[in-house]
């Protein structure tokens, strides 16, 4: 596939419509090819509105469908038999905002969990106090599975480790899975309402604890989005030093992964090895930024750093992770425990709106560094497909781009070591009066290529610079359907394995 042009995303095409508009025109554009990035919902004040974000690639584009929708009558038309993605985030609105999703195949709550006061909408403006919660009154509706020798297993919310709290039902006969349904958003923390009223210097902080394994994807997309409102343009080496720094984030994210996907079928040698690595790759960070997940970087209109990364010291670490690999297919066990395991058909994929190696590794060729780009990433990257879906393909997936990052990593550090003053000439941050000075009320949408697959992020900026309204989208939010359709007719054993191999965020998907 050609690689477009890496230029500042184009200003979005916006449609205001009325509900009785809307399923024509979605409909449309997803037989045109666009894809469905989000779906906001916002209270202006005087009534409700939704907006639903579409990009695509060729050409490269962005359209937003803005539906008015009054406090009095708040209902949308559902897309979820047009588009699953849609199907959820409607459904997060209504828990949300209060706007119902009309003839929803599946009308259940989402994010509100039976404890939440009804009729208590968090993200609407009058909701300025925390109601008492109550007593969980009302079960999730799971689906009951009925026939000869099915029984359940639940696992979670709480788990044996470090993890954030997620229950799994497990229907099972013997020991194959029959149906596996999850419940999330234990840990709703608000986050997109406490970037309200901020402006934007203020919100680098929050952005980096979004999803604390992915504190550059989610900072990028933030600031992107911002500067995308604002009018800012950004230097070539700044955005040579954004794509370094996101490189080295998915760098120590695969090599972990790639351990301890190892280590979910007893090879425990390997991933000692891997987490040694991942230390390395770390130490590295840290001398980058001064913090080894990367925080302090990134800030609206500007990047800056201490040092460029060792380039010896990531061909060090590349070598070790290629033997590592080697080591781990060449062994009969490790194969066998990985291939045909938990596969994601590729067509299952791309109807549920699946993102990054899992999707890559069902074959889905879609990587927002190439579709969406804000750089150059030079002659060294592509992008890595698998085709089996399985356990496998999501391993050869993170090894493929585990090397390809190294490479464009070092040519990346080579680039920024051409311009004068090196990493040095990186340029200063926009104060927050600039932006609030040069800006009217404005929205910006960003698409970044986080380690999990592409995170957007859009904002909206009132006339005074500050943030009126944002909205978060970590590809989890994608890819944690698609986890139960992979685990179905796997044998429960091999659910830590397929889990890992999907590795999707608890935090990042329960803002």
């Not at 406090?71 to 209060?98: C, H, K, Q």
């Not at 099972?172 to 923390?189: D, F, K, L, P």
């Not at 990367?294 to 010896?312: F, K, M, N």
Request: proline fraction near 6%.
């Amino acid at each position: 596939m050609t690689t477009p042009n890496p230029v500042r995303a184009a200003t979005p095409e916006v449609r205001t419509l009325t509900r009785d508009e809307l399923r024509g025109e979605a409909a449309a554009l997803l037989t045109d090819g666009n894809r469905l990035a989000l779906v906001a919902g916002h209270d202006d004040g005087d009534r409700l509105r939704v907006v639903y974000s579409f990009v695509a690639v060729f050409p490269r584009r962005q359209i937003d469908l803005v539906v008015p929708v009054p406090y009095d009558d708040a209902w949308i038309p559902s897309l979820a038999d047009l588009s699953f993605p849609a199907g959820n985030f409607e459904r997060g609105t209504r828990d949300l905002f209060g706007v119902r999703p009309a003839n929803h195949p599946q009308p259940h709550r989402l994010v509100r969990h039976g404890h939440w006061p009804r009729g208590w909408y968090p993200m609407r403006k009058d909701a300025t106090a925390t109601p008492e919660f109550e007593p969980d009154v009302e079960s999730f509706p799971f689906v009951e599975v009925e026939g000869p020798g099915v029984y359940e297993i639940a696992v979670g919310p709480i788990h044996a480790g470090i993890i954030d709290p997620g229950h799994f039902r497990f229907s099972v006969v013997g020991e194959t899975i029959v149906r596996m349904e999850a419940r999330q958003w234990y840990m709703h923390r608000g986050v997109e309402r406490l970037f309200e009223g901020r402006l934007p210097a203020d919100g680098i902080d929050m952005a980096e604890q979004i999803a604390g394994d992915t504190v550059i994807g989610h900072t990028l997309a933030y600031t992107m989005a911002i500067e995308a409102a604002s009018g800012i343009e950004i230097s070539e080496p700044d955005r040579l030093l954004r794509a370094l720094l996101l490189e080295l984030e998915r760098l120590y994210n695969h090599v972990s992964d790639l351990g301890s996907l190892a280590n979910d079928v007893g090879f425990g040698v390997v991933n000692s090895h891997t987490q040694r690595l991942r230390e390395t790759l770390l130490r590295i960070n840290k001398t980058v930024t001064g913090h080894r997940f990367l925080r302090g970087a990134l800030s609206v209109g500007g990047v800056r750093v201490l040092a460029l990364p060792d380039s010896a010291a990531l061909r060090g670490v590349a070598a070790d992770v290629q033997e590592i690999i080697a080591i781990t297919l060449g062994h009969a066990i490790v194969r066998d425990r990985f291939t045909g395991t938990a596969p994601l058909p590729t067509s299952q994929a791309e109807a549920m709106g699946t993102l990054g190696y899992v999707a890559r590794a069902s074959g889905v060729d879609a990587d927002a560094r190439r579709d969406h780009p804000f750089v150059d990433l030079g002659e060294h990257f592509h992008v890595v497909t698998d085709t089996g879906g399985d356990v496998l393909s999501r391993y050869r997936v993170r090894a493929g781009e585990f090397e390809v990052s190294i490479a464009v990593a070092i040519d990346l550090i080579a680039r920024l070591g051409a311009h004068r003053g090196g990493a040095a000439a990186a340029s200063s941050p926009v104060a927050a009066t600039t932006v609030a000075a040069t800006t009217d009320a404005a929205s910006g949408l960003a698409l970044v290529e986080g380690w999990r697959g592409t995170i957007c992020h859009r904002v909206e900026l009132g006339p005074d610079g500050a943030i009126t309204r944002l909205k978060v989208v970590d590809p989890s939010y994608f890819n944690w359907p698609a986890l139960p359709v992979a685990l179905s007719e796997t044998i429960v054993p091999d659910f830590p394995l397929v889990n890992k191999s999907f590795n999707q965020s608890y935090a990042g998907n329960d803002l």
